[in-house]
């Protein structure tokens, strides 16, 4: 028994010891490098600055007037233009798998507070831990909100409410919104309208048609 004692008394003292030995200096070089092109980057890394630009900046912007390839056309909203927010509405049309997605996306970003039902009864609103009762979507209040309303309310938050600008690309949005709208179309709403519709088919209808030959397709040069 003394000897285990012993030897714990041992292993914390050479413990403690080999602790204060470390005198807390913080080694800045790396010392020896053996690949210098991998320890240091040769390209520009994003927020250093770069000769090579006017404004010295590596990170760029994107070009004006251009929209990232898969991208929306800009909404050109502006926070507190309550008209246009009313008048604000989508081409974009939505098939099944989409609304599930729009309900992925509503259940992940929305239910927390306006529950995985829309009925306003999420469970950080129910656990009395959120001051403020979110919209019941399913209420009279809101089934014939107009989407582009919603899609403010997406976009710049409302009151107690945040702003889900930055979670969700525009698409997404109206993807969140047509699930709301066919949610709310069946429990009183108006008809839901996001559908792919028969008119829309002959566009998608031309859009896969490929032309048969290069020659059809490259306008003609004679
Ligand atoms: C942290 C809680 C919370 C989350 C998360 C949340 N909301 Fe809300 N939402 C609220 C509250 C609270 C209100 C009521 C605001 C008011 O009218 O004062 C509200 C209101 C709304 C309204 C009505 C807007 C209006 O003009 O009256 C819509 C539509 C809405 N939310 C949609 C969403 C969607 C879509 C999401 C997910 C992207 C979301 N909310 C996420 C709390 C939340």
Redesign the pocket.
Known sequence: MNKIRSIVAASLALTVGLMSCDSGDMRRTPGHIYAPDMTYSRAYDAYTSNPNFKDGQTSRKPVAGTIARGHEMPDHLTEGDTTA?KNLTTALRFQDADLAEGKR??NI??????GTNLDGQ?P??NSGK?A????N?KDA??LH?PAG??Y???KF??????S?AA??DIKQ?WM??AY?KKIQSENGGDAYTYGATAEAAPVAAAETAAPATPEAAAPAHH
């Open positions: 927010y996306l509503f970003y929305c239910g927390i507070c306006h999420g950080l609103y959120f403020s009762m979110p919209a979507l209040k809101y909100m309303q919603m403010a309310a997406i938050g409302k009151n107690m409410m945040g889900y979670q969700l949005r969140v919104i709301i």
